[in-house]
């Protein structure tokens, strides 16, 4: 074979393996795959906010009452962050906002907190303006000298009051 046919072959070998350096460094192939943050897989789970922590300052009532002061008066930014983490791992601040701005509350009323080995529990009354009573059982968890903030369940009319 003559001189002329390996420099075309030679060519376009190089070009080739130019195209496939080309395309996998854009795409990332050399890229060390363990420092990427990979997306979640279909049905992978969040992982959790660190705990929301009870001033040590304050009681589980008083936390409450700053809360639904909070909220009452739609400092939605600040009371989103009293939230358990819970909460806050399972609605953003955006869908939290949007969710209590189309559940004004009027008034509130804790009621007495009941305790049951470390865990505290504290039922609230809530007056919502559009959907009337609710209640609220918040869950506190003692760790040390200070609470964690642990969950709560509302229960309620989903009936727009006439």
């Excluded at 795409?27 to 897989?41: Q, V």
């Excluded at 009293?82 to 953003?92: G, I, V, W």
Aim: charged share 30%; net charge positive; aromatic share 12%.
């Amino acid at each position: 074979m003559d001189k002329g046919f390996y420099k075309k072959l030679m060519k376009r070998i190089s070009i080739i393996l130019i195209i496939i350096l080309s395309i996998s460094f854009l795409t990332g192939c050399f890229g060390n795959s363990a420092d990427k943050e990979k997306p979640p897989l279909p049905g992978e789970k969040k992982k959790a906010p660190a705990p929301t922590y009870v001033p040590s300052s304050m009681t589980p009532e008083q936390y409450l009452e700053k809360y639904y002061s909070l909220y009452t008066t739609e400092k939605y930014d600040e009371s989103y962050k009293m939230l358990p983490s819970t909460k806050k791992k399972e609605q953003s601040l955006e869908e939290y906002k949007a969710a209590h701005k189309s559940l004004p509350a009027e008034s509130y009323e804790l009621g007495k907190k009941t305790e049951k080995g470390s865990t505290a529990i504290i039922e609230v009354k809530l007056n919502l303006k559009d959907y009337g009573p609710w209640s609220v059982t918040w869950q506190f968890e003692k760790k040390g000298k200070r609470y964690i903030v642990d969950d709560y369940s509302a229960s309620g009319s989903s009936t727009k009051k006439e």
